[in-house]
């Protein structure tokens, strides 16, 4: 038989004042909260505003906050956040502009994602890339990443810093200087190096037990700033020179 769950839903309109909304869910086992929230706005209130795709952990769309930790809607089952006889409080990710209720503006994350250069930079013109598969495992659990924002969202210094460039970003700039087809190391370097880059990470590791696909992005974080000690001098003045310019460009 399903057992009925309370749900505290945020709830936001521009203009209006934020509050939480109570609905009370019929949730039989294995049901995800993806499947309540869509309950509640076919069944309870049409009105409710959420994102969603996939439904397979796979497009990180259904990023949200579930009792104040962030988590994939349709990866996380009712039973698994929710204590005996409690309540789940739903809100939108934290750390992120609201557009309405649970849906969030995840701007800041791309364009930061954006400013480490996300790409194969310098490889010649014409000429084959080839890579091992020892070299492929290299950077590949970082190249998992659905950029869904969880990682974003648990982190304490994106909290207060507003210009840091955030768990996601750097671990997909150590993704690419960890990749043998790059040629791009020290430009990339460069960009992390500025004050609010690679060092301003407390090592928290909010965010790589956030992250619904192991990606790891605090040992990412961590590997950059190790890459950033073995700098040469000569290229550590060029990386100080351009800090500037790639902390405008992350916005």
Known sequence: MAEEVSFAVYRYRPGDKPYYAAYSVPVARGMTVLDALTYIKENLDTTLAFRASCRMGICGSCGMMLNGFPHLACHTQVDEVRGKGKKIEVAPLAHFPVVRDLVVDL????????????YILEAGEGEESRQLPEELE????????????????????AATDAHFLGPQALAQAYRYLADTRDRGGGTRLALVAQSEG?????????????CPKGVDPALGVQLLKRALVRLPAKKAVVATAVSSAAKKEAG
């Open 107 to 118: 701007g800041p994350l791309f364009a930061k994602h954006r400013a480490v250069r996300p």
């Open 138 to 157: 290299r950077y590949l659990q970082f190249a998992y990443c659905l950029k869904c924002g969880s990682c974003w969202a648990a982190c304490p210094t």
């Open 198 to 210: 690679a060092w301003r990470c407390h090592f928290a590791g909010n965010c790589s037990k956030a």
